[in-house]
């Protein structure tokens, strides 16, 4: 039941980002995985960092397992590097089953990806030790898993190479990395500097979601005012910005700004996993008697990046938060034609019922309750 009193709230899907974040700071000395490894190779996007990496590896033409669960940006990234997608099962839960994996390997199998959904890990020591006794590789895809652990052991260490998303878990404007451990990144395209004007597009947005979130209205109203004349100016001007619903291969070499690596270098991560485990277990504590939780447990290590909320009231559900100023997320609802409906009924089940809440380290647990309220109060209407 609600039990806090309902208060709009912007409630933004993202980590918001403040403005002394972005002033010029030298690295950190004893930065986390996956920012400790000199290998890490930094692009504008994680897409970038998938497209690299089947260049690389030479996987065109080349048979490569895939989940059935997906969002379809990491899909397009492939397909545009010629690569051959085979699809093995996702279950309800999220679950994937080794066995079912291994089943899917053929002689013309080169690799296989894994997601880690939401931050939780799957499968993955078992995967490994599949690929490791087939002399296949290994792909681990951490852009929603940026900062978890199995254990002690972060995400991202036990494949071939892992793609991190950093935008989604941190305050940054852009910003995914490809980790390579054969052969090194010393054999990637040398990457080139994203344009300002899209640094500045992002970072302005990023900027009034915090001014907004702190409810800072004439400073919001001014720098809204800003990014809309810097919007018509570009457009003027025949500045070409950076796209985010679709992959473009014409801008895969772009890098991740230098004004990431200063906000990065500001981030307290031990406090930021804390925050989204604290949130995150709140979300589920308040939620639960309205539906089961994807992940009834939320073990040690893991770094959530949204709380998963199942129901088959899922619109109703995202509308109503709307309607109160809050995002959910709907990204992962929509497959792609390579894998037509039907094919994976518990994946389309997924695809058709998860509404992603957001639980990032902007938030409080008074904020996590104002959700759960909005989202027991829309419960009750229908």
């Known amino acids: 039941m609600a039990t806090t009193q309902q208060v709009r709230l912007f409630a933004p899907l993202y980590p918001t980002l403040r403005l002394q974040m972005t002033l010029p700071r030298s690295w950190w000395k004893s930065a986390p995985f996956p920012f400790d490894n000199r290998s890490l190779h930094y692009f504008y996007m994680a897409r970038n960092g998938i497209y690299a ?6 996987l065109a033409d080349q048979e490569v397992l895939f989940p059935a669960y997906f969002h379809g940006i990491e899909i397009e990234s492939l397909l545009a590097a010629g690569v051959k997608l085979k699809f093995y099962p996702v279950h309800a839960g999220m679950r994937v089953d080794v066995d079912e994996i291994r089943s899917c390997i053929s002689p013309a199998t080169r690799a296989v990806y894994v997601i880690h959904y939401v931050g939780f890990p799957g499968p993955i020591q078992e995967v490994s030790r599949l690929c490791q006794n087939r002399g296949i590789r290994l792909i681990e895809d951490c852009a929603l898993a940026l900062l978890s652990r199995l ?3 972060p995400l991202g260490s036990f494949g071939d190479a892992a793609i991190f998303n950093l935008y989604k878990t941190l305050p940054v404007p852009n910003g995914g990395a490809l980790l390579v451990r054969s052969p090194g ?3 990637l395209p040398k990457a080139s500097r994203p344009t300002l ?3 500045l597009a992002y970072t302005a947005t990023a900027v009034w979601r915090h001014l907004k979130f702190q409810e800072n209205r ?4 001014l720098l809204q005012q800003a990014r809309k004349l810097a919007k018509s100016q570009c457009a003027k001007l025949g500045v070409v910005q950076v796209g985010s619903e679709h992959f473009d291969a014409s801008q895969s070499d772009l890098a991740m700004s230098r004004l990431c690596h200063w906000i990065l270098a500001a981030q307290d991560f031990p406090e930021i996993v804390e925050r989204r485990r604290s949130n995150y277990q709140r979300l589920m504590d308040r939620l639960r008697d309205l539906s089961r939780p994807i992940f009834p447990e939320l ?4 770094c959530p990046l949204f709380y998963p909320f199942q129901t088959r009231k899922k619109l109703d559900i995202i509308e109503h938060l709307f309607a109160h100023g809050m995002d959910a997320g709907n990204y992962w609802s929509q497959s792609l034609p390579i894998l037509p409906e039907g094919a994976f009924p518990e994946v389309d089940e997924l695809r058709q019922s998860i509404v992603e809440l957001p639980c990032h380290q902007d938030f409080t647990t008074d904020d996590m309750d104002r959700i759960a309220d909005v989202i027991w109060s829309c419960w009750r209407r229908l």
Do not use: E, F, Y
């Open 151 to 153: 254990g002690d052991k």
């Open 185 to 187: 990144p010393d054999r």
């Open 299 to 302: 073990p040690h290590g893991v």
């Open 53 to 58: 990496l089947a260049k690389l590896w030479n």
């Open 197 to 199: 004007s899209s640094t």
């Open 218 to 221: 004439s400073t919001t109203n």
